[in-house]
């Protein structure tokens, strides 16, 4: 395996990219008491239209498969994998985003056996026409569920008011109607064109020791066949600079209504430096103007515009990105128009060093915080690592950054016509 100290972190990262494809990364902590194991596909939510592996031609596969296909791995024909996990005193659970699916687990004992575990139930997976059918009435519960929540609506009503075509706009769980229409031979499909180990990133932090947990997975690897890798090829419609909407209404029986604005991100950086240079700016922004100490933050809650609920959010990824800010507010139209207004009037300011250089050291504070967590830096290690980007190298490129860069920036990032609404108010009289 290969060795990387980085001196500034006092953090060494293992890193191996085994013959089948699988990169593996080891974060050796024996200060701590517990491990925790994420094995990571890169395919999600709005990977919808692809060519599947060993075809020719480019299927589109109902919304909300991926998602689907995370709940039926852990079924297998004789048992449930939760329950093996359990026996070893492992935590384990998965998640299904836009761009990943993942499967997890935290232990503080056994760890090779749940390793072991994690490994090969991913790698083996069993579906059966009566289970598929089983798990429909299942995800409908869960999907009414969401529907039912003021937060989840106004979340993918600000994505689908921003998106017109991109698959992003869609629920990761799909609808009642599309998860009718999936069928076990979909699921197959789906899991043999992404869930090959090159396509998959293994990444495990902890009270483990580097070069055993290394050589067991490479045993376990080397015990299983796979067909040669594939070019993956993913297809995603043409997507308009502009927004799909600029305001969005949603009747619900809500107490307080919600406003959320959202800003559609274009022209992402295809540079893995200039792409993380734009999330870091983009953060500082928000934070700039929208922390519990920013400029705006206090005008807003002053005027009775906002509560404890107000929050924002950046999400970037290679073919698309938003941000979302906003909450619960008496004034839904009130509160909507003053973040546009604030939003817009960036390309007229500028910071000054000492603004930028505080903001940078918050920044940067946080992340370094955050790192005491195994969970934040084996999630932020992977979702970099599948970007092509060494997430720890990127600590070095916040403290790169200047005030200059970022002003330039304030003056390009905004236009109007990437802004949107969307309103959740009541539907009672």
Known sequence: MKRHNYEQLNETIYSDQLSNGLRVHILPKPEMTKAYAIFTTNYGSIDQSFVPIKQSESITVPDGIAHFLEHKMFE?????????????????NAYTSFTKTAYLFSATAEVKENLRTLLNFVQDPYFSEESVEKEKGIIEQEIQMYNDQPD??????TIKSMYQYHPVQIDIAGTVDSIQNITKDDLYTCYHTFYHPSNMVLFIAGNVD????GAFVRENQENKNFEPAEPLKRQFPSEPKAVAEKEKRIDMPVAVPKALVGLKETDLPEDP?????????????LDYLFSKSGIEYKKLYEEGLIDQSFSYENHLERNFGFTIIGGNTEDPEGLAENIQHSLLRLKEQKLDEESFQRLQRKK????????????????QYTHYDMLGVDFFETIQWLEDLHYQELNQFLHDWIDESRIATCIVQSNQS
């Open 273 to 285: 430096k200039e792409f993380v240079k734009k999330e870091w700016f983009i953060d500082m922004i």
């Open 152 to 157: 989840w609506r106004a979340f993918f009503g």
């Open 210 to 213: 580097p070069e055993e947990i």
């Open 364 to 379: 940067l504070g946080q992340t370094l915080r955050a790192m005491n967590s195994l969970e934040f830096m084996a999630n």
């Open 76 to 92: 297998k024909e004789d048992r449930d994998v939760f329950q093996d996990f359990s026996k070893r005193g492992a935590s384990a």
